[in-house]
């Protein structure tokens, strides 16, 4: 099932029992996809655009988190980490750190990238071979030390 249906679906289902906080949350994703879908007409929405949805979404609660944290407000941090939980269940399965390292040293060599010079371009080559199966900020930051 596509991923789009596949939050219609829990929406419709969040709805009927009454989840609060996980129908808030898929409302609000499924907004911002269909935001995104009405920004990228003519052309339609594919899996790919969904998954930089999600991303962007998570890396929203991601920040709220970091900032809510400063501000000792523990109660909004477990709120926003729930919200994370609910978004992050739609992401394709995400790569264990040990094969996305495997795959990071495969490209460096394939490239034969050696320096810090070289990340762009072994993250522009990484990044669409991972496509939401990691965090980008720890792809960075894997690709940083290997090259340092």
Do not use: C, W
Not at 4 to 31: F, H, P, W, Y
Not at 61 to 68: L, N, V
């Amino acid at each position: 099932m596509a991923i789009l249906e596949q939050i219609e679906t829990d929406l419709i289902d969040a709805v009927r029992q009454k989840d609060g906080l996980r129908s808030l949350v898929l409302r609000g994703v499924k907004n911002a996809i269909h935001n995104f879908e009405i920004g990228k007409r003519p052309n339609p929405i594919n899996e790919e655009d969904i998954i930089n949805v999600l991303q962007k979404e998570i890396k929203m609660r991601k920040d709220s988190i970091d900032e809510f944290q400063k501000g000792n407000r523990s109660d909004l941090v477990e709120k926003e980490q729930k919200e994370l939980d609910i978004i992050i269940q739609y992401l394709p399965k995400q790569l264990p750190e040990s094969e996305l390292i495997k795959i990071i040293d495969e490209t460096i060599i394939e490239m034969g990238a050696s320096s810090k010079k070289d990340m762009s371009k072994v993250m522009s080559i990484i990044l669409p071979k991972i496509k939401g199966r990691a965090d980008n900020s720890t792809i960075s930051r894997i690709v940083s030390e290997k090259l340092s």
